[in-house]
């Protein structure tokens, strides 16, 4: 699904903001990335959802090396990656319904498939009797239930989530990881940028974790052993 070899990148003529990262992501898999403010979590993920290109290094994504690929390739790839990003990044002219509803039609969704699908969606995440506000009438809270309705919906091949659960108390913030889960189980690959031990304690995927620029895996074989043995 993904993988780096030798990454670095670096804005301008300034150091390396990462260094030597090397991972592999596999089809299905699911991690968490945490790492202190400052070590480049966020740029990381950047470079995962094709928003920016290496310094140097190969990025192979979907079987493609990124740095190949012209800016429409790009974008056809963008549409099998949903992408939950810290600021939400809601259209404010367009109900909540709208939102979430945007990557199906851009796909050419039949509308009634794209009414039963986000209507569902919004049940789940707790939004259903606010499908016709728009997002600025919205709580913070509840504009980030919404961006990850909206990141799932197209049920993506590769999710990408910067810290989603958090604005959430820790029952909406569960109920969404089960959500995460069972998208998971169904095949999505899922990258998790959190900072909260809670949280992955709890759901104990393997760890990508960022220190001042460079990369470590850890708890790769415990994520195995817990995946031959059915529990997610």
Known sequence: MIKFEHVGLRYGIGPEILS????????????????????????????????LRPTRGLVTMFDHNINDLTREQLAKLRQKI???????RLLPHLSAFDNVALPLRITGCPEKEVRSNVDELLEWVG???????????????????????RAVIARPKLLLADEPTGNLDDDIG?????????????????????HSQTLMHK??????????????????????????????
């Not at 949903?82 to 939400?88: P, R």
């Not at 990508?208 to 415990?222: S, Y």
């Open 127 to 149: 939004l259903g009797d606010h499908k016709r506000a728009l997002p600025l009438t919205l709580s913070g809270g509840q504009q980030q239930r919404i961006a990850i309705a």
């Open 20 to 51: 030597d990262i090397d991972f592999t992501l596999e089809p299905g898999s699911f991690h968490f990335l945490s790492g202190p403010s400052g070590a480049g979590k966020t740029t990381l993920m950047r470079l995962m959802y094709l928003g």
């Open 82 to 88: 949903g992408v939950v990003f810290q600021e939400f």
């Open 174 to 194: 569960f109920r969404l990881m089960s959500l995460f889960e069972q998208l998971n189980r169904m095949g999505t690959t899922i990258v998790i940028a959190t």
């Open 203 to 232: 759901f104990g995927h393997p760890r990508l974790i960022l220190d001042q620029g460079r990369l470590t895996v850890q708890d790769e074989k415990n994520w195995i052993q817990r995946k031959i043995e059915g529990v997610f």
